[in-house]
């Protein structure tokens, strides 16, 4: 992962835009972007992530940082997929204000000029809602509409289109969000941990011009696991202990349940269901235990600096 860098003051308002062999379109998108942060007259910068295209999507990128001092190029070695180069974006980013977009032109840049005025307004967290998509109905809208419904009631957190890449964050609200694996999809939901306010509101969506879509229905089953793990996060965030203990109580009670059982019966069968049962419910406990030590200190110890202190001893 390798940055080119060409501006030095930190400019207001950072487009992140993540780049996967999109080579016929990365000319006409830089353009677009950069025509409306003029018009928009405030300081800002372009990182463009390539995700490891194949084509010459990177060698256009940084033919164009000579043509727009306002641009940066972050490169991978190898596609690692959408939310690391997202993540790469956000780290690399210098901006007051992050604005992330999808690279196919799908997403419209015109739209960034109402995200900065709602951010403005107070907002933190600013999602696109594309309400007029413009994709296929079986292998892109029908499960997107399922899935946003399930995020929705599963996280709590109402908004109707989770994978519109188009949004707008203040820098200190999304750079304390830990994104990985493919969790750019429930960035609202993970930003409401550290507490933020949030607005949906209409974007355009515009056919894909070029190329083909990267993304089909073999997403369906990472969203899944990334939304049990996202319920797991939000259900212990505050208090773990009290989580993984419900179920070392119910574990323990089966297993003394078990163990009167066999005691009257003479079961072997039973003495081993109890047995079972008391391990489990230790192991429940210890996982409690010891995300309780994550959660309350893990962020006040700095490791890498006590082992470089121990190092220089």
């Not at 994709?135 to 499960?143: N, V």
């Not at 965030?237 to 163990?259: C, E, Q, W």
């Amino acid at each position: 992962m390798r940055p080119m860098e060409n501006a030095k003051s930190k400019p207001r308002v950072s487009v992140i835009v993540p780049l996967f062999n999109e080579e016929e379109c990365i000319g006409l998108l830089v353009d677009k972007i950069f025509h409306e942060m003029r018009t928009l007259a405030c300081s800002f910068e372009v990182v463009l992530v390539d995700d490891g295209s194949s084509d010459d999507t990177l060698v256009l990128a940084r033919a164009l940082v000579a043509q727009n001092p306002e641009l940066r190029v972050v490169s991978f070695r190898r596609n690692y997929g959408q939310t690391p180069a997202m993540a790469a974006g956000i780290d690399y980013a210098r901006g007051q204000i992050l604005v992330t977009m999808d690279g196919d032109l799908q997403n419209d840049p015109a739209d960034i000029g109402a995200f900065l005025n709602k951010i403005d307004e107070g907002y933190d967290l600013v999602v696109g809602w594309r309400h007029k998509r413009q994709d296929k109905l079986f292998s892109r809208k029908i499960p997107s509409i399922v899935a946003n419904k399930l995020i929705a009631h599963t996280t709590g957190v109402p908004i109707k289109d989770n994978g519109c890449s188009l949004k707008a964050y203040r820098a200190d609200v999304i750079k304390r969000v830990p994104l990985y694996a493919e969790m750019h999809r429930f960035i609202p939901a993970m930003s409401s941990m550290v507490g933020i306010k949030l607005h949906e509101m209409k974007v355009r969506h515009h056919p894909r011009q070029f190329g083909e879509s990267k993304y089909g229905l073999s997403r369906i089953y990472k969203v899944a696991l990334d939304l049990l793990a996202i319920k797991t996060i939000l259900s212990t965030i505050s208090k773990p202990l009290h989580y993984f203990g419900k179920f070392a109580i119910v574990f323990a009670l089966v297993g003394v349940v078990a163990t009167l059982f066999s005691v009257s019966q003479n079961s072997m069968i039973a003495f081993s269901i109890s047995t079972l049962c008391f391990v489990s419910a230790l192991i429940w406990l210890f996982w409690g235990i010891l995300c309780e030590l994550l959660v309350h200190t893990g962020d006040k110890l700095d490791f890498t600096k006590l082992s470089r202190s121990r190092a220089g001893q």
